[in-house]
């Protein structure tokens, strides 16, 4: 009988020991009010979920719809009207977010961090472009995206970017995904979020820099056709991969090409490849000198990437904010600085030791420097891929869209002689069955 | 055409297997991507955790909205309802009156109304409250940190990458799960 007695006045004991403590951290003991009752704090619920599956649904009939237009009915203006509609949705209705391209770092994040959970709509928009691109080639990019649609609107004076330029600033948007990719799965920052050009507009709101960036994108696109998504797009790269195996894909011409050249110059993203003449029996040991010596000079190319990029985990480490604030309360304990930031205030409030922080940041560099490396070995890859696509000689007999290039934006319909012929004929056999009817 | 040339139509078919293994391989990885963790809730919604939190002032100019989702909240539950309230009032306040001179608050989102003598009440007016953390910096030095920040779900963007995370100096901006959206001061807001 006496002990749960005891062990209730014990309770009782800690209980109160427990609210004396809480209660001395309040300086201002809050009041017993007679006739007065507490306000309750209230907290607006989220939003519901289900604009989620909206996006989603939109999505995929986007993706569904982009392709019947651009394979099945050859529509430009199709195409035209549907990217504008995904660049109000997309981009000023939901504000340019959840997007195909971010999602490529919260993949990476969820593959290099297993703390993290990725949102099922986050790899919805990142998985869905890629299986369509995949059977009918980058109609994402023709009239889904709204990024591509921002820029597609204002490609109206494009001038040709010579090949040499454009092979040459073609690797950025490689090295742009390697270091995005890099960057997120270590958990520094979500760079291509960062640095998203249009976001700033659709936002109607950003950083002075951001839209000054966002706006010379805009003012070269009316020079030079889609410049972001040519020279800078991440998912751009990995679509156009995809596209070279895809199934189906936009063809110029529904009959046989005449070789009239109008589709070439009327292509404002440099696209469309010229037929080739065969190789002449004479050239051809040149031209396979040049494939096998680059065919070496990969790995080569590779391992000097990832010894240059090693290099790079101090640089990369300046973007870390667990590394800066180590570096920050470093200095200010070896006195090297006696001027504190915000962050090592904060850090010094929570009174955690600072060997606690020095070591997070080291394990923090161990990973950028394995990232880094991974980047430069990426880089060389990229690098010797390019000069092996390049020494190839394909043979090619008709005026064709490079798949991987190509954004099914239809242009090339309309100026199509035979094209033209074509839908004559079949408007005419129409009507024909009409009258007959 | 196609009848004519058997070996062109295997390897059709080959890669048209290729292709749809290619589809259901990406589908794969990304159905285990977001089934790895077990079923667990996912936390894709940002909030700040009031006891991380210093004040800096960083969320009401970071945050990519026009009027910060971040929104000040008070735990009335352990306010001291005091007269001379520090989250209120300037330091240097002439009187202890609601005069514009004298508040801390520049949109004059506090509503300060008297309950008995000595004690005040402090509401929020959260529509005025644009997240300056000036009324919490003062509540958090002086009084009882009352006073919080809390990132608003019902206006956050829900950015991919939270501005006001970036700039947070304390790491105080973190992902939470739709089930414990906000996270209170005084605890559960539901008790």
Not at chain 1, 287 to 309: C, D, S, T
Not at chain 1, 383 to 393: C, D, H, P, S, T
Request: with cysteine; aromatic share 10%.
């Amino acid at each position: 009988m006496m002990r749960p007695i005891r062990f209730v006045l014990f309770a009782v004991v800690l209980l109160a020991a427990a609210s004396n403590a809480a209660l001395a951290v309040e300086r201002f003991p809050p009041p017993e009010f007679t006739d007065h009752a507490l306000p309750t704090t209230q907290f607006a619920p989220a939003r519901p979920a289900f604009i989620q599956y909206v996006d989603v649904a939109l999505l995929a009939g986007g993706l569904a719809l982009a392709s019947y237009l651009a394979l099945a009915r050859r529509s430009r203006r199709g195409l035209f009207v549907l990217s504008i509609a995904a660049l109000a949705w997309f981009g000023f209705v939901r504000h340019g977010c959840v997007c195909s391209i971010g999602a490529i770092q919260n993949v990476a994040l969820a593959a290099g961090n297993a703390n993290y959970t990725v949102p099922w709509v986050v790899v919805a928009f990142f998985v869905l472009p890629l299986v369509f691109t995949l059977f009918f080639g980058r109609t994402f990019c023709a009239a889904v995206c709204p990024l591509g649609a921002a820029q597609e609107l204002v490609a109206v004076r494009p001038i040709r970017v010579p090949r040499w330029l454009e092979h040459a600033l073609g690797l950025l948007p490689h090295v742009y995904l390697g270091l995005g990719v890099a960057l997120a799965a270590v958990g520094t920052a979500f760079l291509i979020c960062r640095y998203d050009p249009f976001v700033g507009f659709f936002r109607l709101g950003a950083t002075s820099a951001m839209l000054i960036f966002g706006g010379c994108v805009l003012a070269i696109g009316v020079f030079v056709g889609r410049p972001y998504c040519r020279f800078l797009c991440p998912y751009g790269v990995v679509l156009g991969w995809l596209s070279r195996l895809s199934k189906w894909r936009v063809r110029i011409t529904p009959d046989q090409c005449i070789g009239c050249r109008l589709c070439e110059d009327v292509c404002p993203y440099g696209a469309i490849e010229p037929p080739t003449s065969a190789l002449s029996p004479a050239a051809r040991p040149a031209v396979r000198g040049w494939f096998v010596f680059f065919l070496v000079l990969l790995p080569v190319l590779i391992a000097a990437g990832a010894v240059l990029g090693s290099h790079l985990a101090v640089p990369l480490s300046r973007l870390d904010p667990a590394v800066e604030l180590a570096e920050q309360v470093w200095a200010e304990d070896h006195g090297l600085t006696h001027v504190t930031t915000d962050a090592s205030d904060a850090f010094r409030n929570t009174q955690r030791p600072p060997e606690e922080l020095y070591r997070a940041a080291q394990s923090q560099r161990v990973k950028l420097a394995w990232a880094g490396m991974g980047f430069g070995a990426w880089v060389g890859l990229v690098v010797g891929m390019k000069f092996i696509m390049l020494a190839r000689y394909p043979r090619q007999t008709d005026y064709e869209p490079n798949p991987a290039a190509c954004v099914s934006c239809g242009r090339c319909f309309w100026y199509c002689p035979q094209d033209q012929v074509h839908r004559l004929q079949t408007t005419k056999d129409t009507k024909n069955t009409k009258t007959a009817c | 055409m196609a009848e004519k040339s058997p070996t062109i139509n295997r390897r059709k078919f080959v890669a048209d297997g290729l292709r749809v293994a290619g589809a259901a391989g990406l589908f794969g990885a990304a159905g285990l991507l977001t089934m790895r963790r077990g079923g667990e809730p996912i936390n894709n919604l940002w909030q700040i955790d009031p006891n991380k939190c210093v004040a800096c002032g960083n969320c009401a100019t970071h945050c990519v909205l026009d009027k910060s989702a971040a929104v000040c909240k008070h735990a009335f539950r352990m306010c001291g309802y005091c007269n001379l309230c520090t989250g209120y009032f300037e330091p240097e306040a002439a009187e202890l009156t609601t005069g514009a001179e004298n508040v801390l608050c520049p949109t004059g989102a506090i509503v300060r109304t008297f309950v008995e003598d000595p004690y005040y009440e402090y509401t929020i007016d959260e529509p005025k409250c644009i997240g300056c953390a000036k009324c919490v910096k003062g509540c958090i030095a002086f009084g009882n940190g009352s006073l919080y920040l809390q990132i608003d779900q019902d206006r956050c963007m829900h950015c991919n990458e939270c501005a006001i995370a970036v700039a947070c100096p304390s790491e105080a901006v973190r992902r939470v799960t739709a089930e414990t959206p906000y996270l209170p001061k005084d605890g559960d807001p539901e008790s």
